[in-house]
T-cell receptor, first 112, second 114 residues
Framework: DAGVIQSPRHEVTEMGQEVTLRCKPISGHDYLFWYRQTMMRGLELLIY????????DSGMPEDRFSAKMPNASFSTLKIQPSEPRDSAVYFC??????????FGPGTRLTVL | GQQLNQSPQSMFIQEGEDVSMNCTSSSIFNTWLWYKQEPGEGPVLLIA?????ELTSNGRLTAQFGITRKDSFLNISASIPSDVGIYFC??????????????FGKGTKLSVKP
C-alpha cells in the first residue's frame, strides 16, 4: 500500500517567491496534518484537517501560510511570499484515528 | 507552547547493548506514542500506548506508559546498526472529551557502533 506521498521532495527558491507543497494522504484516512521540522524548534503542528475541513490552524506562523484540502486525496500548503526563516522540512501526515499518524517523507524547503 | 522533556539528547552505544530513553511532562497525557526517524525520511510510528501502566512490545522495542501519566519509557534490547536514527516521543492530552494535538519531544539521537 502506498504511504503518504509528498511533492516535491526538495524545493529551493528565492525570498519573495510563492511556494506550494503537496500531499496525498493514505486512502481512507480522514485526518490530515501539516508539520514543520527545524533543528531549533523540532516538530511543530501547523494545521490539521478532518474530513477535508480545517479544524485547528493555530500553529500556522502567519498570514503568509495557507493550507487547503479540496478533496479527501489532496492537500496543499502554500507560502506566499516565502522568507529565509521558512527554510525547514515540511511533513504531511494522515491518520484514521486521530493520534496514530503516518508521516510522509517530507519536503525540504530552502529559501535563499 | 507545551513541551516534553526527552532524554538523553543523544546516545553512542556498542552493538548488542540495551538502550533506554524517556520522556516526561509536567501535565497528564492520555496517549503516548514513540516514533523513529531516519535521515531524509519522515517519522515512523513504532509503538502507541493508551493506558497508564501499559507495557507494549514491538520486536526488540518495549515502551511503557508511566503510572503517573506524565512519563513514558522506550527500551531497545540488543541494539543493531539499523537501530540508528532519532527517536521521538509524542504525547496527547484529553480536554473535556476532546483530543488535543500531539506534542513531540525534541528527540533522542541514537548511534550504534558495530
Amino acid at each position: 500500500d502506498a504511504g503518504v506521498i509528498q511533492s516535491p521532495r526538495h524545493e529551493v527558491t528565492e525570498m519573495g517567491q510563492e511556494v506550494t507543497l503537496r500531499c496525498k494522504p493514505i486512502s481512507g484516512h480522514d485526518y490530515l496534518f501539516w508539520y514543520r521540522q527545524t533543528m531549533m524548534r523540532g516538530l511543530e503542528l501547523l494545521i490539521y484537517f478532518n474530513n477535508n475541513v480545517p479544524i485547528d490552524d493555530s500553529g500556522m506562523p502567519e498570514d503568509r501560510f495557507s493550507a487547503k484540502m479540496p478533496n479527501a486525496s489532496f492537500s496543499t500548503l502554500k507560502i506566499q511570499p516565502s522568507e529565509p526563516r521558512d527554510s525547514a522540512v515540511y511533513f504531511c501526515a494522515s491518520s484514521l484515528q486521530y493520534n496514530e499518524q503516518f508521516f510522509g517523507p517530507g519536503t525540504r524547503l530552502t529559501v535563499l | 507552547g507545551q513541551q516534553l522533556n526527552q532524554s538523553p539528547q543523544s546516545m553512542f552505544i556498542q552493538e548488542g547493548e540495551d538502550v533506554s530513553m524517556n520522556c516526561t511532562s509536567s501535565s497528564i497525557f492520555n496517549t503516548w506514542l514513540w516514533y523513529k526517524q531516519e535521515p531524509g525520511e519522515g517519522p515512523v510510528l513504532l509503538i502507541a500506548l493508551y493506558k497508564a501502566g501499559e507495557l507494549t512490545s514491538n520486536g526488540r522495542l518495549t515502551a511503557q506508559f508511566g503510572i503517573t501519566r506524565k512519563d513514558s519509557f522506550l527500551n531497545i534490547s540488543a541494539s543493531i546498526p539499523s537501530d540508528v536514527g532519532i527517536y521521538f516521543c509524542a504525547g496527547q492530552h484529553l480536554y473535556g472529551g476532546s483530543q488535543g494535538n500531539l506534542i513531540f519531544g525534541k528527540g533522542t539521537k541514537l548511534s550504534v557502533k558495530p
